[in-house]
């Protein structure tokens, strides 16, 4: 659904914006970086990370493809490494001239499934646990510390997104890390909301998308139901296009009516 | 379900016992489980495993108790959980339990934009859920040949809702309650059950009144110690016994000494 012009600068979206996009290189990452160039004010910056260089590159192609007057940085980064946090967060906002931007948005989506073959019981390895922890938990933590840092509330808006699942409220076999991270990351999301109400803040679950994301769940799940269950998913054409999750993400953000703290699904199916 | 007959030989592990819900747990799981039984206790001070050990034998003299002192989230804890979970001829035991009460509150002197220490983060997930599944894990592959078995996620009501400057403890306790929801779908045979105490008259509840930034969550615990109103934790754990004696909770399912 196309806003009138006058609508979409008013919007929240359409001042000059600094926005932060982890997991930038493909599927919902590479969807959101898009949409949100092309809804983003005369000024704005995109600065989208991920592992991957090349994933990263073609993601900026198409955004310059889209549009001229956001520009993009990109800044190549591994969520798992914390020890070297300090440099990559710093290159995430770096040349940022105060005053500039009057709003701040950071979406926290990348993230990993862990191990999907494993039952609770088989996850017996405290370095592997360690780092799934690290990348789906304590990242999303301490970048969301260090954005309010940077952009200190005075004279700007600052909006935090938290890309979840409903797997982070309905448990599934073999997805014990999946789901835990996801619970973790909604209710430390809820607590930053009740403690930062100037802060806007949102958790949104984009549904099952047709994604490589999917793809290797839907291959590796080890649990013989959950998988059926997923291929049928697969095969019925329930999957979501990344593009729709995204586009809806993006018009909850325009609109900017949304309880601070709540966890809205792409088909308002839930609201928590 | 049937009532479950807890007077039976059991093999018991309870960690952090060495003070506060922990001690009441194992003390009051020791006077519930049959002759024969095997407590194991473990936590770092060793000092409160000697006085929950002590404790144990003045009431509950037909069962014996180990203790384990470590770490168990720290770089030996391998090793730790094999010694915890380390069950003597097996076929005579008729239960195997185990109690993941070990916890920390972490540092409820931040907001969550205070928290940009990796390190802390990393530690906390460490010891309050990581930590929680390998020896998990390791409980399991000892007592496989134990038909009966339950598993106790110590919980809060912080698992549910939000508490300002308690971001740690919230994430933590809603990781594991997930995690317990998955265990208890797996192992349908296992009975599982996330417990949440209720504010307890324990040095966490000090900590919380001591420590905690946020304003209205101080007072709240500051008026518990003050009041007397914080629960006694032998009083919330006899409620946890009841409920895997009257054994007719979903396996999975979070229960408030307050429900």
Known sequence: MALSESVQNSSVLGKPTLCVITGASRGLGRSLSVELSGRLGEGSRLVLTARSLSGLEQTQALVVNKTTSVSVKLVCGDLEDSDKYQDFFRELFSDVTPGVFQHALLIHNASTLGDVSKRVVEHCDAEVLQKYYTVNVTSVITLTARFLQVFPSSDMTRTVVNITSSAGFTPIKTNSLYCSGKAARDIVFKVLAEESPEVRVLSFSPGAMDTEMFDYYRTHVGDPEVRALLCQQAEDGKLLKPDFSAQKLVQILVENSYKSGAILDVLDRFEH | ?259
Not at chain 2, 123 to 148: G, H, K
Not at chain 2, 174 to 185: C, E, G, N, P, S
Not at chain 2, 206 to 216: L, S
């Open chain 2, 1 to 259: 379900m049937a009532a479950a007959d807890m007077k039976v030989a059991t093999f018991c592990v309870v960690t952090g016992a060495s003070k506060g819900l922990g001690q009441a747990v194992a003390i009051n799981l020791a006077e519930t489980v049959g002759d024969g039984s095997l407590i194991v206790i473990t936590a770092r001070g060793e000092d409160g495993l000697n006085e929950t050990k002590k404790k144990i034998e003045s009431v509950a003299p037909h069962v014996t108790v180990k203790i384990v002192a470590g770490d168990i989230a720290g770089p030996y804890s391998d090793e730790l959980h094999k010694r915890i979970c380390d069950v003597p001829s097996p076929g005579s035991f008729k239960h195997a339990m185990i109690i993941h009460n070990a916890g920390s509150l972490g540092d409820v002197s931040k907001l969550t934009s205070e928290l940009s220490d990796p390190k802390v983060i990393t530690d906390y997930y460490q010891l309050n859920v990581s930590s929680v599944l390998c020896l998990n894990s390791q409980f399991f592959s000892a007592t496989e040949s134990i038909v009966r078995r339950t598993v106790v996620n110590i919980t809060s009501l912080c698992a549910l809702q939000p508490f300002k400057s308690w971001g740690l403890y919230c994430g933590g306790k809603a990781a594991r309650d997930m995690i317990f929801k998955v265990l208890a779908q797996e192992q349908p045979a296992v009975r599982v059950l996330s417990y949440a105490p209720g504010p307890l008259q324990t040095e966490m509840v000090e900590e919380a009144a001591k420590k905690t930034a946020d304003p209205d969550i101080r007072a709240f615990f500051v008026g518990l110690s003050k009041n007397r109103t914080a629960l006694d934790p032998d009083v919330s754990t006899k409620k946890m016994v009841k409920l895997l004696q009257d054994n007719k909770f979903e396996s999975g399912s979070h229960i408030d000494f307050y429900d």
